[in-house]
């Protein structure tokens, strides 16, 4: 990659790691009923969770050239590189990544040639704290206007570009996929993963009656039951399988960043519920591409703002697409030549 040798470093971070583990962490606040429910919550998804997991690691050892050596917040130091670059999906929110991680999304471990790409922490209330280490980093790009507007009210100088997943064309996301089975069916995506789902499910209903379609839902995700209210057919959540509904989906509804991503990038027409904590990063994205309008707040202002949309002009968003990802590339550049 220009020029360059890439690796990825095998960073183990038990914060990271534990929601996806199989196991039941009880904390002093932990109550019975909390206990209880993610007890049940394991148990019911356990096959899918070890299909899912294991979905992930073919796909980072088929696509990602990661280094033998294993680290983690003791030994990370003793990483030997030319160039760092740390990204950039909310390295620096601390309500998702461990305090012994920070040295390690920071750079700080290491003195010289370090950059930042794309680095994200959702919003500003979730930066992390020690904003001194960031500003150590040599050259910081970060994915959000708001963070950027953030670390200059800090004293610190960085630049926006685009989300990593927007460096590969469609054509090269779709040639991962080439293999994937087709989907024989018309179906309705609905990516939404945290509060909300309700309203996102009927917006997703609701659409695929009047195309008369099914609804297809990550079975991850569910954890309220949707598929006996909406009739939502569920597939294991893998990287490929994700890629796959994405690109054989008739309509997408998500608040996920990366769903409406890739909703963009396969050129679907979509809908967006603004997730309540990290919504600004999916605003800041259709506001560059001029999409703002597929934004709502719920079913009801979803029928009444529907009626009035056109089909996405993808002509026009490719156009902007490759300005972004030319600017974002100049900036890559930059960073391996530190």
Known sequence: MLGMEVETIDYYSPAIERPYNNRVYVQHRSSLLHILKRTAYIILNFRNTVISQRKYKE????????????????????ASYDVYIAGSDQIWNKEIIGKEDIPAYT?????EHTAAYGASCGSEAYLIDEVDRISKIQMITVREQQLCNALKKRGIASK???????????????KIIKNMPPIRHKYVLLYYIDEGK??????AKTIAVSIKAKVHYPRKYDKSALINRYGINKFSDG?????NETDQAEYIVSASFHGVAFAILMEK????LLHKKTGERVKNLLAYLEL???????????QEKSRYW?????????????????????????????
């Open 160 to 174: 926006v570009v685009c989300d990593p997943v927007f460096l590969l064309s469609r054509d090269k996301w779709k």
């Open 198 to 203: 309700e309203q996102a499910a009927m917006i």
């Open 59 to 78: 796909f980072r050892e088929n696509y990602l050239n990661i280094s033998k050596e294993k680290y983690d917040a003791d030994t990370i130091s003793n």
């Open 239 to 243: 990287p490929l399988d994700f890629l």
């Open 292 to 302: 703002e309008e597929r934004i709502v707040r719920d079913q009801k202002d979803f």
């Open 107 to 111: 750079l700080a471990f290491t003195g």
């Open 269 to 272: 027409e979509f809908t967006v």
């Open 310 to 338: 056109k089909p996405i002009d993808y002509n026009k968003v490719k156009i902007k697409l490759s300005e972004y990802r030319e600017k974002s590339m100049a900036c890559l550049r930059e960073m391996c030549e530190l």
